[in-house]
């Protein structure tokens, strides 16, 4: 079924309206009719099945039919903290690690990162890019998103994790030792940017508690490695069955 | 160090010569110069480190210092067989499948398959997508690229692998589970297209002898699952240390 994420306040009453993108998305792009249904969720876990009253492409309402509790969220907490990189690479990583299912993404500045974060905030794309994942995905919760931060307070995070890891081009551990049996409930992991993390940088994380792990012999694109370490991740969790 | 492939016949002698948009990359875009060094690899594994002695855009000379075999292929054979699906989205999991180490890659025509295949022949687009992806993953094969084959073909080649797999949305077992030691040496895998395969053709896998996986209950898009699939198998295998 269709899936649309909006406001939590939306979602209190048994009527809900939409406006905007998603009402032209509703009218014109799918061609939805009154009675047919979508799913609403508040990117918050809550979603409701609802039918729709009545479509234009300036406002569509509909009736909720019933309210439940997204089931497909991952147990494993996974916080990813991509290496800053060009705007498309970065923006697959924000699509797919979001479809994966990490709970939350903060970009980090290395010393190869080529890209220059933008001043303060979060781009707006890239907060479309998560939203749009979501829907499609199935997830009821939108991952937290946060500004590029520099690389010693990307450690300094993602120590609060029961793992923390960075992905070396150097040599390092095993991520499938490391995720044995008891499985952390939360993960953090920084992946490099093209040309990987320097010698220094891992060094840096190690000395603030990180795991260096390898991704095996092939030089994995940065974007690559971002995709994998999370795919990987979730099935040695157990997320996959 | 950089990374260009040529044919098995050019490695042969301990003087090579590479022509055409090799040396222009080497003169123009490297900006090389004699003395710089490269790795030639011939895509059949064998490799060797050369000194370049003469440098124009339309030719470059240089000299074997070294030969070595490639050590960065992986022990685990995979076969993948991602569905069909609009180019972009293709040529996304050539890329990436290639980078992760697969050996070889044969697109199958599923019932969701939007996209249509080209008559008869492996796009020489692809070819050069994998060529690109082996030269920097720093790989020592090519993968083998085969055209389109349709569904039941694709299920009949999978099963000669010692472990048969296809992806199915509509549960399975644990991709954990089935490579639990002693890992499988080869491994196929069919990925599905936009909105998966569909519960027909996962029975007909089935009737094959292929085991149904599932990626968790988030739904995937097609080329995410087929790359999540690749990253996680041979993270299990012990590819990643």
């Known amino acids: 079924m269709q899936r649309f994420l909006v406001d939590r306040a939306a979602l209190a009453t048994d009527t809900v309206t939409v406006e905007g993108p998603q009402a032209r998305q509703i009218a014109l ?9 979508v799913t609403l969720c508040d990117g918050e876990g809550a979603e409701a099945v609802c039918r729709l009253a009545s479509v234009t492409h300036q406002r569509v309402t509909m009736q909720v039919l019933s309210r439940n509790a997204n089931a497909a969220e991952a147990a494993l907490r996974i916080h990813l903290y991509p290496a800053l990189v060009r705007a498309p690479r970065l923006e697959l990583v924000l699509q797919k690690a979001t479809e994966l299912g990490v709970a939350a993404i903060t970009p980090v500045l290395c010393r190869r990162s080529v890209a220059r974060p933008a001043a303060g905030e979060v781009p707006s794309r890239w907060r479309s890019i998560v939203r749009e994942a979501v829907e499609q ?5 939108l991952p937290e998103l ?20 960075c992905c070396s081009e150097h040599g390092g551990e095993a991520l499938r030792d ?3 049996p008891p499985v952390p409930r939360t993960l953090a992991v920084i992946t490099g940017p093209e040309g990987g993390l320097e010698e220094e940088e891992v060094a ?3 000395r603030h508690g990180l795991h260096a792990v390898t991704l095996g012999p092939r030089i994995l694109r940065a974007e690559t490695a971002a995709i994998a370490v999370c795919a990987a991740a979730y099935c040695l969790a157990g997320e996959w069955g």
């Open 137 to 141: 995905s199935g997830r009821g919760r």
């Open 29 to 37: 792009v799918l061609r939805m009719r009154a009675g047919d249904e």
């Open 178 to 180: 490391l995720m044995a």
């Open 204 to 206: 840096e994380a190690r």
């Open 146 to 165: 946060a500004a590029v931060v520099d690389f010693p307070t990307a450690c300094g995070e993602a120590t609060r994790a029961d793992l923390a890891l």
